[in-house]
């Protein structure tokens, strides 16, 4: 299911490589593209990677929530398995080639072209992930075995759609996936998958009325589950980005937040999805001003969090929700209620950066701004990488609320030069706006 992260403070894992392998059944290489493209090669293998960060609630729940499942090991000889942690040095060899917008992106490369075949953004539970498997292998067999690009083939279709999609041509790939769905039975295996694709190739290319509107039009035909909550998310998110410029949109959202407020009902989503959907309903009723639903639906959202955290089986699996527990907290007007759960996300995983990050977040917010900058401190003494850009940021602001705007410009100004220094495949150009434009505030 493909949920792209909504939160500026997403949960993530600081340490200076990942905590071992994403699943101890797929024998995962870390953070070395050279080495894994050489095995895929000599091997004859597809490449599967996995490019995450360690500050995204959702790669940290894909990772110890979905990677780890048992049932994946069977895979294992199918692929070669990269782990790629997009915020080290590391990576900047691999993002230049294959660019990332939204984490976590799997990828399935073709080893000898280096040609991704297969690009999925986002979610995917262990069935959808063994799908996506199936589909990528295909479309590195189908590239090796250089069939016609217009066969007739459901599969090849596919695979020409993912293709394109994969290497940014949304608006092709989107033309490709409608051609493919007016070929499907309302019933054929693969149709939840290309309505999914479909409506996010419209997202990805920004043609947010068709990205409203096919969802409208094909998200009720699809059975009750994880593409059905998907595509209507999609087209609701495309719906919302729309609503202040385009009449269409509130008509879209009038049919669109009911297929989303149903979706949360649906048995067998990820925790991380169905999260995601109580947030972006949260996010059309502040939107259409509708306080007292906020209110209630944050209540809601707050409760479920607290009831999947205490069965989570690790610290990892837990803290993998904590950036939803914050902003539900927020949501409520009580972001002090998230203060005991990243306290122990903060014990319990003592080289991740991102509880005290929050902590930060959570202590400005309450005025409580010594404890703000002792936590963001400590956030950056753990921190590497571009993300350091964002803690800096919060420790300015946090100067700044304190009355101290002489040392939150310099905090600024030292890490617009900290910005420059970073490769520019790593390099947020969004990141670098907001801190210039924070530091021309101060200045005035």
Known sequence: MRFLSLLLLSAGIATNSPPGPPGDGLPFIDDDYPRALEQ?????????????????????????????DAALTKHAGQFVWLSMDTEKPSAVA???????????????????????????????????????????????????????????????????????????????????????????ATDAPRRGRVVESLVSALMDGRDLEGCASYAQELTPQLPQGSSFASAATAGLRCALDAANAAPWAKRAIAVLEPLVKQALAFPGLLADDRSGLYELLVEHHEQSGDQDAVRTLSA????????????????????????????????????????????????????????????????????????????????????????????????????????????????????????SSIPSAQRSAEQVRRLRAALDELQK
């Open 40 to 68: 895929a090669s000599a091997r004859h293998l597809p490449l599967f990677v996995d490019g995450w960060a360690p500050w995204c609630h959702t790669c940290r729940f894909m990772r110890a929530n979905v990677f780890a």
């Open 300 to 419: 809601k959202w707050w409760d479920f969090l607290e009831q999947e955290s205490s069965h989570a089986k690790t610290a990892e699996a837990r803290a993998a929700l904590d950036s939803h527990r914050v902003l539900a907290a927020q949501k409520l007007g009580d972001p002090a209620r998230a203060i005991a759960a990243l306290e122990a996300s903060e014990r319990d995983l003592p080289a991740d950066y991102n509880a005290p990050a929050r902590l930060a977040v959570v202590y400005r917010s309450l005025g409580r701004y010594d404890a703000a900058l002792a936590a963001n401190q400590r956030a950056l003494a753990r921190v590497y990488g571009p993300r350091r850009l964002r803690i800096l940021e919060i420790e300015a602001g946090i100067l700044a609320d304190k009355g101290d705007r002489a040392g939150a410009r310099k905090v600024l100004s030292d890490a617009l030069a900290e910005a």
């Open 94 to 184: 691999f993002l230049e080639k294959f660019p990332m917008d939204s984490w976590p992106t799997l990828f399935v490369i073709d080893p000898i072209t280096q040609q991704a075949e297969l690009r999925w953004a986002g979610t995917a539970n262990v069935q959808q992930l063994e799908k996506l498997l199936e589909d990528g292998e295909f479309a590195v067999h189908r590239a090796w075995a250089h069939q016609q690009a217009n066969s007739a083939c459901v599969e090849d279709a596919l695979a020409e759609a993912d293709q394109l999609q994969a290497n940014g041509d949304h608006m092709k790939a989107a033309k490709k996936y409608r051609d493919l769905l007016n070929r499907l």
